[in-house]
């Protein structure tokens, strides 16, 4: 199983531009995020999707939108790309199943820089 | 808001153990993770317990969790070079999200 992969890993944006951050899941988990990494800071959740077609803000979401079409797919949209984005986002997925709270597996990560 | 409070570094001998410490302040977390993040890649799931548990051992990790102070922490025995890294501290709830701490960065010198 590959698990979480995001790509790119790296992307340089200048200010203004859009890209979207890929993430896909083998493992037909149901729940999805987004998170932000930035020095010092922890993670931030962005965006997180509890099933296909179904979305909802985090704790960060000004500047970013999501979608959710399939189960495998959670790509993450930057429109007008800012100083502020500039982080390192990683994509994450898990599934309940009968308990709550099971481990959220992460993907490796996109470093993104907006100059 | 939920807020998870760690050190941000810990230098250890290697051979020592290492403790690194955390905080939380929902006291409806019902899951609490320790992660490791190596540079450059993603967090790796180290450990986990429930909320109605004091301690759980696995290999060389201990944690343990005071429910009443909340607080938590991750003790690696006999600390090797490879243990190098960023640990995180998360809860969480029932709503499936999770609450990270800052990080602590370990350093495990010879």
């Known amino acids: 199983n590959a698990g979480v992969t995001q790509t790119p890993k790296f992307r340089i944006l200048k200010i203004g531009q859009s890209m979207t951050l890929q993430c896909t899941q083998d493992m037909n988990h149901n729940y999805m995020y987004w998170y932000r990494q930035d020095p010092g800071m922890g993670l931030k959740l962005i965006y997180y999707s509890v099933g296909a077609g179904i979305t909802d803000k985090g704790e960060v979401p000004n500047g970013y939108n999501v979608s959710r079409s399939t189960t495998e797919d959670f790509p993450l949209r930057l429109e007008l790309a800012a100083p502020s984005q500039t982080s390192v986002y990683f994509c994450a997925s898990s599934d309940p199943g009968g308990m709550s709270n099971q481990p959220q597996h992460f993907g490796d990560g996109t470093r993104l820089s907006i100059l | 808001g939920e807020d998870v409070e760690q050190s941000l570094f810990l230098s250890v001998r290697e051979g020592d153990s290492s403790v690194i410490n955390c905080t939380y302040t929902d006291s409806s977390s019902t899951y609490l993770y320790w992660y490791k993040q190596e540079p450059g890649a993603g967090l790796q799931l180290l450990t986990y317990i429930f909320s109605n548990m004091d301690m759980k051992q696995d290999q060389r990790l201990t944690v343990l969790l005071n429910k009443k102070d909340k607080h938590l922490s991750l003790r690696i025995a006999d600390t090797q070079t490879g243990d190098s890294a960023i640990y995180f501290c998360?809860?969480?709830?029932?709503?499936?999200?999770?609450?990270f701490g800052a990080g602590t960065t370990v350093t495990v010198r010879a």
């Open positions: 998360a809860e969480g709830a029932n709503d499936y999200k999770l609450s």
